[in-house]
């Protein structure tokens, strides 16, 4: 064996042993007990049964599969709405200030998840300083409810997200040259005709990987749900947790997590398929 294969293997060796370690086996051991019965004391029995997977497909649980593509959705749309009108913007701004404004999308990932969306109930709740101020100015006349419903739940996922969208569509806006938009503003080209005439074609395959980045986390982000929606609607992640914390029926709740896998699988390989079309597009 030659001594670049050596160091080959000696360099992926922890690569592979984290992967095989923390992700495949306790994949394969989620796998194995989705095909296990529960009892009544919260064990598991270890008898082949798929009648798990049949479960699934109740009316009851596919609500909450068609609620959390839903909820996932709206995210990755409000997302790509605010998304794009900010790094339009920071494009134009100076080197430098770009940077600053780019570091300030990032600060908020320096502190834990929870503590931002107890924050976010500060904020959102009657008595918060949103409404506050809404009262103060004479906007409204009585205070809004924005947390325990669908509102909350958007205004938390989007806060999360949001940064996972902006990202990829800044890398792609990047690469835009400066001359195919003088060439458009030249032309008599609209703002708004340049941008989905130019822009969007061009930041199709950061488009494409900041929704898949919104998407699928947005399926399972169950901390939001508990504490800005109440715990008043149940969606993928919040149906794991209650599996195999509340009801200890850990056989149903790996199947469930098994199918999100698969969903989570699914749209990787879709976006693998039509990621090299996308770029042909944005390169074109």
């Not at 068609?66 to 998304?83: D, E, F, M, V, Y």
């Not at 929704?211 to 794991?240: E, H, Q, R």
């Not at 509340?246 to 056989?251: D, F, G, K, V």
Request: hydrophobic letters at 55%; glycine letters at 8%.
């Amino acid at each position: 064996m030659s001594n670049k294969k050596i160091w080959k293997i000696f360099f992926l060796a922890p690569i592979i042993i984290y992967v095989a370690l923390l992700i495949a086996l306790p994949l394969c051991y989620i796998l194995l007990i989705s095909f296990f019965k529960s009892d009544y004391y919260g064990g598991m029995i270890s008898t082949f049964t798929i009648q798990n997977y049949i479960d699934v497909f109740d009316q009851v649980y596919v609500s909450v599969f068609l609620k959390s593509i839903l909820i996932a959705g709206i995210t990755t749309i409000i997302c790509i709405l605010i998304s794009y009108p900010f790094v339009i913007a920071v494009s134009h701004k100076h080197p430098r200030t770009q940077k600053i404004l780019m570091t300030l999308v990032m600060v908020p990932f320096l502190t834990n998840s929870l503590i931002r969306m107890y924050g976010w109930l500060v904020l959102l709740r009657k008595s918060g300083v949103i409404n506050q101020v809404l009262l103060g100015t004479g906007i409204i006349s009585e205070p809004l409810s924005l947390m325990y419903n669908i509102p909350g739940i958007l205004i938390g996922m989007v806060y999360t997200l949001l940064p996972f969208m902006i990202l990829p569509l800044y890398s792609s806006v990047s690469t835009i040259e400066p001359y195919l938009l003088e060439a458009a503003s030249d032309l008599g080209a609209s703002k708004i005709k340049t941008f989905f005439k130019i822009i969007v074609p061009q930041t199709l395959p950061g488009l494409f990987n900041g929704s898949l980045m919104v998407f699928t986390p947005a399926l399972g982000y169950f901390f939001i749900i508990d504490i800005l929606g109440g715990g008043k609607m149940m969606i993928l992640g919040n149906l794991i947790k209650n599996q195999f914390l509340t009801a200890r029926n850990w056989p149903f709740g790996a199947a469930i997590s098994i199918i999100l896998v698969l969903i989570t699988s699914l749209i990787i390989l879709a976006y693998r398929k039509l990621g090299g079309k996308m770029d042909d597009l944005g390169g074109a």
